[in-house]
């Protein structure tokens, strides 16, 4: 291997070539002992299905997955129902899956299909490519497992195993390598059989060449793996260190009025990671400002209204991907003013079981849940607030 130089294929090809009859002779079979039962496996070949799961799968547990699968499978069973249906019912649909961009270009997909496409899938992958959301990886999936087409899939399970089997030193993390991984995973992939190879190599990372405590014994390319000859698996795959994830401190407004209806707002639908979903409004606090000065703030900023801002609900912790977040929801009643949508799409008021019509991010879910979990069930405005 030259590790100063991850641009060059990091083996021979007398080991390429071992390589690869053991992906047809060993690795292979051991998939089809050993691979899990999921729903998106009773059709393996159809497009649609595969397509979905793919989306679904990416940055997101298997176990997560299958319930979401099954649902927005039954929902949206082709790509015309899928193409059809109003966005608010898809995001719904995804509500709590997370990077609702995949939902909203599953959409933008489904619509392209059938307005060019006869509402399929298209075979050729630089058709597939140009639809919205499919980038190299679920164009390689589409193609492979569906369409029988010689095309590797690199994510982060076949990086993995591809890192250790031929202890490799690029940093993943890097064009380059990625580069360098995706041709070795062209070079082993079997023109026979691309389906079932690509996806024993990420159920070989998925279940035994795991990230922590790999278990090599059981592993059926073991003999050929240079990181478990060396005893030191997890060093692989190498990656640059973690920058510090950022942490933001939020405000949101839990706005009563005097028929116990709460105020949420929408998101513009083509703006930011969360565009089209519903929230509790607010934002982020700023330097010198109490909780209540930065809601008020926020919501005169974004639709001009004067708030009293009431009791602390609840504070929820979560996580993004390259954010955190402490969000602070307070009670609050409008003092003045009538909402207008100056940084958001529209507002609705609603009572909290009609909520579960209206898509959230899991943030405003949280709040959602702490609001059902007070006395009797919901907030009551005179509980918080005068009645004057």
Request: proline letters at 8%; aromatic letters at 8%.
């Amino acid at each position: 291997m030259q590790s100063g130089n991850t641009n060059a294929m990091p083996t021979d090809r007398r080991r390429l070539s071992a390589l690869r009859d053991a992906v047809v002779r060993q690795l292979i079979p051991w998939f089809q002992a050993n691979a899990r039962v999921l729903p998106w496996r009773e059709t393996p070949r159809d497009p649609y299905h595969v397509w979905i799961s793919e989306v679904m799968l990416q940055q997101t547990r298997v176990e997560t997955v299958v319930d979401y699968y099954q649902r927005f499978m039954a929902r949206f069973p082709t790509v015309a129902a899928l193409a059809a249906a109003p966005q608010q019912v898809v995001l719904k649909a995804w509500e709590g899956l997370g990077y609702y961009s995949r939902a909203r270009n599953l959409q933008a997909a489904a619509r392209a299909m059938v307005a060019q496409h006869g509402g399929r899938l298209p075979a050729a992958p630089a058709v597939l490519a140009a639809l919205p959301g499919l980038g190299p990886y679920t164009t390689a999936a589409i193609a492979s497992f569906a369409f029988g087409l010689p095309l590797a899939v690199l994510d982060g399970n076949v990086m993995r195993v591809l890192s250790r089997l031929v202890a490799f030193t690029g940093d993943i993390a890097t064009g380059p390598a990625r580069r360098t991984l995706q041709a070795l995973a062209d070079a082993l992939l079997p023109a026979t059989a691309p389906g079932p190879a690509n996806e024993a190599w990420m159920e070989l990372g998925a279940l035994v060449c795991t990230p922590r405590a790999p278990r090599c014994t059981a592993c059926p390319l073991r003999p050929l793996c240079r990181a478990a000859q060396a005893g030191n698996p997890e060093t692989y795959p190498v990656r640059s260190r973690k920058m510090d994830i950022p942490h933001k401190v939020v405000g949101a407004a839990v706005i009563l009025n005097r028929h116990n209806e709460i105020m949420i707002a929408q998101r513009h639908p083509e703006k930011g990671m969360l565009a089209g979903l519903w929230e509790f409004p607010g934002g982020k606090l700023q330097p010198g400002e109490t909780m209540e000065q930065c809601i008020a703030r926020e919501l005169y900023e974004e639709m001009r209204l004067r708030l009293e801002v009431g009791p602390r609900l609840t504070i929820v912790e979560h996580a993004y991907t390259h954010f955190t977040i402490s969000l602070h929801a307070h009670f609050a009643r409008i003092l003045s003013g009538r909402p207008r949508h100056v940084d958001c799409a529209g507002h609705a008021w609603v009572h909290l079981p009609d909520m579960d019509t209206y898509p959230f991010s899991g943030a405003d879910l949280k709040i959602i849940a702490a609001l059902r979990a007070l006395p009797g069930g919901q907030p009551r405005f005179r509980d918080y607030f005068s009645q004057q």
